[in-house]
């Protein structure tokens, strides 16, 4: 068995491997050659934490596995170590033995970043120029840099419930070169594409918040009862996700079907995009809206993109188990 240390992930694992992973992945789900196990997420009563595991099975790129692990709310400050953990265990689908252990955390970083680049190149128009935020926490800077790597920004623009937290993506955009401006929500139709990435339970972006042509990137959702835009929004927009169960019960959507603004059948997969087998934006005036649930398949594809790397470079630990 091969393990790959959280320690060794930032020196292995490059944006552009976890864009190539995730958007392998997000294909071959919408094509059926992969899918994803249900979700196990649970309050275990215990340092207030939640723990889970999401997993799944690539035939395509013969990816078995699982990814362990949640949030620990006391961490930073009991032991001055984050508070998301998680580990992924990768396992040789001929036999069933453990092929590899590798640490999680900046992997999911990396991977939710990813998902929401990949939905920029096949969602948003092409000259999209100006990028909207919404968050400024730790995820929000990994899908700024992610988005702008898209290569056709030329202007931040940012709002985030506790504005102080805003140098963060001022931050980015300067390591890009880009200029930064703080808004309010009214300013985001300046934006031809929007991340949302906050852990908010109320719609903070409103339909009239985007302007025609916009695409929408939904990251934050990721949980029963969380939510991140507007219902109405959805009804205006083409709808696209990475697994249309999730998006319909923890992601983005599950307030739109509930209160049926939306049907289930109004949600595409984004993978059949890339696969060419749903045409994706159609018109330069369309809303596009990607829902990025997080599923497994994208934890086990940067896994196993960072085994391959660490194998390459010498640093992958190997135990006879
Ligand atoms: P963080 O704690 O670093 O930042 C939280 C963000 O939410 C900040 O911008 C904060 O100002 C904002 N916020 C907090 N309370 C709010 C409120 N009541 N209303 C509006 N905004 C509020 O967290 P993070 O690591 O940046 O993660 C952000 C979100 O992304 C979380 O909800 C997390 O669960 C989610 N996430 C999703 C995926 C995925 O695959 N979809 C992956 C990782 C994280």
């Not at 009991?78 to 252990?101: C, E, W, Y």
């Not at 935020?133 to 840099?145: I, N, S």
């Not at 695409?215 to 697994?243: P, S, W």
Request: charged share 25%.
């Amino acid at each position: 068995m091969l393990i790959v240390p959280e320690r060794e992930i930032a020196d292995l694992m490059t944006r552009k491997a976890a864009f190539d992973a995730v958007e392998k992945v997000f294909a071959a789900m919408a094509s059926g050659e992969a899918y994803n196990f249900p979700v196990v997420r649970e309050a275990i009563g215990h340092e207030d934490a939640l723990y889970g595991f999401k997993g799944g099975f690539d035939r395509a790129g013969l990816t078995l596995g699982l990814k362990a692990g949640g949030y620990w709310p006391n961490n930073l400050d009991k032991r001055g170590i984050i508070n998301h953990q998680s580990t992924v265990f990768l396992f040789d689908p001929d036999t069933g033995k453990v092929k590899a252990m590798v640490g999680g955390n900046l992997l999911t970083a990396l991977r939710t970043a990813a998902a929401s680049s990949v939905s920029i190149k096949h969602l948003a128009r092409k000259d999209a120029k100006v990028i909207g935020m919404v968050g400024a926490g730790h995820q929000a800077k990994f899908q700024l840099r992610a988005a702008l790597e898209q290569g056709t920004f030329e202007k931040v623009i940012g709002w985030n419930f506790h504005p102080e937290m805003l140098p963060n993506l001022e931050e980015v955009a300067k390591e890009a070169g880009l200029p930064f401006e703080a808004v309010e929500l009214t300013g985001m139709t300046e934006a031809d594409v929007i991340i949302t990435i906050t852990s908010s339970f109320d719609a903070i972006l409103h339909a009239d918040h985007v302007a025609p042509g916009t695409h929408v990137a939904c990251m934050g959702t990721d949980t029963k009862g969380k939510q991140e835009v507007e219902a109405a929004l959805l009804a205006r927009a083409r709808v696209f996700t990475d697994e249309v169960a999730q998006s319909v019960s923890i992601g983005e959507a599950q307030h739109a079907i509930q209160d049926k603004t939306i049907k289930i059948e109004d949600v595409a997969q984004l993978g059949a995009v890339i696969n060419g087998t749903n045409p994706g934006r159609t018109s330069d005036d369309e809303i596009t809206l990607f829902d990025g649930t997080g599923v497994g398949l994208q934890d086990l594809a940067v896994a196993a993109a960072v085994v391959d790397l660490a194998v390459e470079k010498g640093v992958a630990i190997e135990v006879d188990f």
